[in-house]
Nanobody
Framework: QVQLVESGGGLVQPGGSLRLSCAAS????????MKWYRQAPGKERELVAG????????NYKDSVKGRFTISRDNANNTVYLQMNSLKPEDTAVYYC????????WGQGTQVTVSS
């Protein structure tokens, strides 16, 4: 059974940091590219960051470049999103996505940036 379980979301003040984790199981994690998406209320889901299966190639949405870092641990089937200098406009539900022969999604974790 395929599972992607996100954790690490929460309420943080502007300028703060959070680290999201996504634990994967039920498929060959090291063969899949991994991505983080987010969806704010009333908006479409958007790609935030991605990392190739080997971990050496990453890409980011322009508005998060220099603030967010995606990484992965293939030995522990986990992908991370380190988020620094958070802004209110980063508020959204963040989703983990595995992209390969198939596409799998997690259930999402809420990130709220507010004072």
């Amino acid at each position: 059974q395929v599972q992607l379980v996100e954790s690490g979301g929460g309420l943080v003040q502007p300028g703060g940091s959070l680290r999201l984790s996504c634990a994967a199981s039920g498929f060959i994690f090291s063969s899949y590219s991994m991505k983080w998406y987010r969806q704010a209320p009333g908006k479409e889901r958007e790609l935030v960051a991605g990392i190739r299966s080997g971990g050496g190639d990453t890409n980011y949405k322009d508005s998060v470049k220099g603030r967010f870092t995606i990484s992965r641990d293939n030995a522990n089937n986990t992908v991370y999103l380190q988020m620094n200098s958070l802004k209110p406009e980063d508020t959204a539900v963040y989703y983990c996505n595995a992209r390969g022969p198939y596409s799998y999604w997690g259930q999402g974790t809420q990130v709220t940036v507010s004072s």
